[in-house]
T-cell receptor
Framework: KQEVTQIPAALSVPEGENLVLNCSFT??????LQWFRQDPGKGLTSLLL?????REQTSGRLNASLDKSSGRSTLYIAASQPGDSATYLC????????????FGTGTRLQVTL | GAGVSQSPRYKVTKRGQDVALRCDPI?????LYWYRQALGQGPEFLTY????????KSGLPNDRFSAERPEGSISTLTIQRTEQRDSAMYRC????????????????FGPGTRLTVL
């Protein structure tokens, strides 16, 4: 059974800092990995999707990397802003059940002024 | 354009009552997913549909939970004889038709229905 772990569980940084969120998964037979952002009272917003054949994806200040063989992904946020404060969730879909996402428990990020 | 919508946004019910949660996916999206999220946890898969066909219901906790999508658009998740342990955020997501060799695509989530069972 696939298990997804995210470290740290919570993180507080001052505005302008670069930061890294970590995600690890136990079964490397994944189809893709996605990073989501969750804001209170709202749905999850997909930030980046990395196919299993890819090593990284970039969108603006966000960069996600994938090392499938070691079961790890990182989300790098450059020049953090208070508006980045949210919970960040990592999710994987397995090769055999590609439409079913398995989520981690998330990292709660607070960016302070 | 309009995103995934869910109704009601909040539902409070008494133990033993049945509840029906509705999901309206993004127009044109053929796949629809249901997840349940406990406080402080990530969403947990319940079931999903391609068009009107339920493809995987392995995540439904027990036979009190059922879902349908009769016309391949709106879906209803029904919980019969609710119990306090059913209290959670129920999230719906949809994804567009697959293109090329893809077997899965980005899922777009709705705001969720917060269910509280007293």
């Amino acid at each position: 059974k696939q298990e997804v772990t995210q470290i740290p569980a919570a993180l507080s940084v001052p505005e302008g800092e670069n930061l890294v969120l970590n995600c690890s998964f136990t079964d490397s037979a994944i189809y893709n990995l996605q990073w989501f952002r969750q804001d209170p009272g709202k749905g999850l917003t997909s930030l980046l999707l990395i196919q299993s054949s890819q090593r990284e994806q970039t969108s603006g200040r966000l960069n996600a990397s994938l090392d499938k063989s070691s079961g790890r992904s990182t989300l790098y946020i450059a020049a953090s802003q208070p508006g980045d404060s949210a919970t960040y969730l990592c999710a994987v879909s397995d090769t055999g059940t590609a439409s079913k996402l398995t989520f981690g428990t998330g990292t709660r990020l607070q960016v302070t002024l | 354009g309009a995103g995934v919508s869910q109704s009601p946004r909040y539902k409070v019910t008494k133990r033993g009552q049945d509840v029906a949660l509705r999901c309206d996916p993004i127009s044109g999206h053929v796949s629809l997913y249901w997840y349940r999220q406990a406080l402080g946890q990530g969403p947990e898969f319940l079931t999903y549909f391609n068009y009107e066909a339920q493809q995987d219901k392995s995540g439904l906790p027990n036979d009190r939970f059922s879902a349908e999508r009769p016309e391949g658009s709106i879906s209803t998740l029904t919980i019969q004889r609710t119990e306090q342990r059913d209290s959670a955020m129920y999230r719906c997501a949809s994804s567009p038709p697959l293109v090329g060799a893809k077997v899965a695509d980005t899922q777009y989530f709705g705001p969720g229905t917060r269910l509280t069972v007293l």
